[in-house]
């Protein structure tokens, strides 16, 4: 069995072996569900394409070609891996 201890603060980390078997990464939301046996699950909270579908979009902005993105991610990469 897995078990995390809370903090004065009601806070909790969550072990990496569960982060690892759900896929969780920081940033990531997560929600927690009582159930009538007075038992916790928790689950990641996952988008839907439609709650971000156009989030991107900026009106007057010009669609940059795959080339172009391309070639962006290749320098964040390099810069990043300086």
């Known amino acids: 069995m897995i078990s995390a201890t ?3 603060k009601g806070q909790i980390t969550i072990p ?3 982060r690892d078997s759900l896929m969780l990464q ?3 939301k997560v929600e927690f569900i009582v159930t009538e ?3 916790a699950l928790i689950r990641p909270i996952s988008k839907k394409v439609d709650d971000v579908f ?3 979009h900026k009106p007057g902005r010009k669609a940059a070609t ?3 993105m391309n070639a962006k991610i290749r320098e964040r990469i390099k ?3 300086k």
């Open 79 to 81: 810069d990043r891996y």
């Open 16 to 18: 990496k072996s569960v």
């Open 6 to 8: 809370i903090t004065t």
């Open 26 to 28: 920081a940033g990531d």
């Open 66 to 68: 795959v080339d172009e």
């Open 37 to 39: 046996k007075k038992e």
């Open 54 to 56: 156009g989030i991107l």
